[in-house]
């Protein structure tokens, strides 16, 4: 049971948006800045967004990420087949000194 | 070009110990907050430890706390983790990442390609 709560699955089709949700709790995301992970598979994962709504550079402004109270999301924009990926938020827990992740999202794009 | 090369993995019976090392090159390894993450086969990103670029903070997730001790030699430009008493649920893929800023928004912005850890008999 992760700390973090994601739907397990979203999809939408190519050129669509996309919306990830990912909750947790005032000792978390409540209080820390929200990270987003894709990965693809069979890969490592890739930094999408840090700071709630930054973008490594290199990341396509299709990528974007908001936070509000105990919750953030990531939002994917002119959905592509190569989108089709894991998706992770993390955070930090300032009750349990740790890195904490939700349980991850699969995307298809159909 | 920023790099980090995992190795040490392998095959491990119950019980038994396994030293996982990171290489890094590319960038300035001691300035760096330094963490190791695993993936357990078709499960999801579990944090496992971090340690600050001199050494001097340690930090660990409560499924290795007593198990587990990350390690760095700034001098050889590589990170590491010793895992002791190892069980079944340690089996994964481990990735060590490098930490931009803090870990307070968990965000890792360089990994590494990854190296599995099996625990079986």
């Known amino acids: 049971q992760s700390v973090l709560t994601q739907p397990p699955s979203v999809s939408a089709a190519p050129g669509q948006k996309v919306t990830i949700s990912c909750s947790g709790s005032?000792?978390?995301?409540?209080?820390?800045?929200v990270s987003w992970y894709q990965q693809l598979p069979g890969t490592a994962p890739k930094l999408l967004i840090y700071d709630n709504n930054n973008r490594p550079s290199g990341i396509p402004d299709r990528f974007s990420g908001s936070k509000s109270g105990t919750s953030a999301t990531l939002g994917i924009t002119g959905l592509q087949t190569g989108d089709e990926a894991d998706y992770y938020c993390g955070t930090w827990d300032s009750s349990l000194s740790a890195v904490v992740f939700g349980g991850g999202t699969k995307l298809t794009v159909l | 070009e920023v790099q980090l090369l995992e190795s040490g993995g392998g095959l491990v019976q119950p019980g038994g110990s396994l030293r996982l090392s990171c290489a890094a090159s590319?960038?300035?390894?001691?300035?760096?907050?330094m963490s190791w993450v695993r993936q357990a086969p078709g499960k999801g990103l579990e944090w496992v430890s971090a340690i600050s670029g001199s050494g001097g903070s340690i930090y660990y997730a409560d499924s290795g706390k007593v198990r587990f001790t990350i390690s760095r030699d700034n001098s050889k430009n590589t990170l590491y983790l010793q895992m002791n008493s190892l069980r079944a649920e340690d089996t994964a893929v481990y990735y060590c990442a490098k930490v931009p800023s803090t870990l307070g928004g968990a965000a890792m912005d360089v990994w590494g390609q990854g190296t599995t850890v099996t625990v079986s008999s």
């Open positions: 590319g960038f300035t390894f001691s300035s760096y907050i």
């Open positions: 005032s000792s978390n995301i409540g209080n820390n800045y």
